[in-house]
Antibody, heavy 118, light 112 residues
Framework: EVQLVESGGGLVQPGGSLRLSCAASGFHFSSYWMTWVRQAPGKGLEWVANVNEEGSEKYYVDSVKGRFTISRDNAKNSVYLQMNSLRGEDTAVYYC???????????WGQGTLVTVSS | DIVMTQSPDSLAVSLGERATINCKSSQSVLHSSNNKNHLAWYQQKPGQPPKLLIYWASTRESGVPDRFSGSGSGADFTLTISSLQAEDVAVYSCQQYYSTPYTFGQGTKLEI
C-alpha cells in the first residue's frame, strides 16, 4: 500500500525557516518524481514544486523561487521542502504527492499545516 | 503560466440529478507530442487530501464510480456526475499538467 506521511509543519514567525519531510512507502520511491502542493485555509490547491527521480531536476512556482528548495533522499525514501524567508501568504496545508507519470497526482499524504504568524 | 478557471464556484444539485462542472484553461492543454489533453480532475472532501478522479481529460481512475465522467478538449473541459449521491459532496478541482507550474482551478464546491 502506497503511503505518504508529511511532517515538520508548525508555527513560525515571518522571515523564519521550516523544513518539511515526506516519508514514502509501498512503492519504488527512486522511480518516481515527487511533488509538493499547498492549500491556504479556505482556498484552492496550489502546485509548489517537484523533483525528478535523481533529484537533479527541480521546478518551482514563481512565488517560492529563491526561498523554497525541494530535495530528496532515495536511500531514506523521503522528499523534503526547505522553506526560508517565510511570509504570511505561505500559511497553508502542505501536501506531498506522487505523480504516476507526467504530473498526474495519484497518491497524496494527509498534509502538514504551516502557519506563518508573529 | 496557464490559468485554470472553473465555473461555477459552487453548485447545489438534488440527489439523483446531474451535476456539471466546467474548467477553462487560458491556453490549450492538448499536447501535440501525444495528442492528449493534459487535464486532471480531483475530488476533495472536508479534512481529506485530494483524490484523483479523472486524467487525460476523460480517463477514469481505477475504482472511481462510472457516474463520474470527463469530457472536452483543447481549453474547455467538463466534469459530469450523472446521478448525484450523498457521498459526492466535495470540492472538485481541475489541474493542467501541460507545463510548469502545474496549475489548479480555484475549485467548485458541490452541495446537495
Amino acid at each position: 500500500e502506497v503511503q505518504l506521511v508529511e511532517s515538520g509543519g508548525g508555527l513560525v514567525q515571518p522571515g523564519g525557516s521550516l523544513r518539511l519531510s515526506c516519508a514514502a512507502s509501498g512503492f519504488h520511491f527512486s522511480s518516481y518524481w515527487m511533488t509538493w502542493v499547498r492549500q491556504a485555509p479556505g482556498k484552492g490547491l496550489e502546485w509548489v514544486a517537484n523533483v525528478n527521480e535523481e533529484g537533479s531536476e527541480k521546478y518551482y512556482v514563481d512565488s517560492v523561487k529563491g526561498r523554497f528548495t525541494i530535495s530528496r533522499d532515495n536511500a531514506k525514501n523521503s522528499v523534503y521542502l526547505q522553506m526560508n524567508s517565510l511570509r504570511g501568504e505561505d500559511t497553508a496545508v502542505y501536501y506531498c504527492a506522487r505523480p504516476r507519470g507526467y504530473e498526474i497526482l495519484d497518491y497524496w499524504g494527509q498534509g502538514t499545516l504551516v502557519t506563518v504568524s508573529s | 503560466d496557464i490559468v485554470m478557471t472553473q465555473s461555477p464556484d459552487s453548485l447545489a444539485v438534488s440527489l439523483g440529478e446531474r451535476a456539471t462542472i466546467n474548467c477553462k484553461s487560458s491556453q490549450s492543454v492538448l499536447h501535440s507530442s501525444n495528442n492528449k489533453n493534459h487535464l486532471a480532475w480531483y475530488q476533495q472532501k472536508p479534512g481529506q487530501p485530494p483524490k484523483l478522479l479523472i486524467y487525460w481529460a476523460s480517463t477514469r481512475e481505477s475504482g472511481v464510480p462510472d457516474r463520474f465522467s470527463g469530457s472536452g478538449s483543447g481549453a474547455d473541459f467538463t466534469l459530469t456526475i450523472s446521478s448525484l449521491q450523498a457521498e459526492d459532496v466535495a470540492v472538485y478541482s481541475c489541474q493542467q499538467y501541460y507545463s510548469t507550474p502545474y496549475t489548479f482551478g480555484q475549485g467548485t464546491k458541490l452541495e446537495i
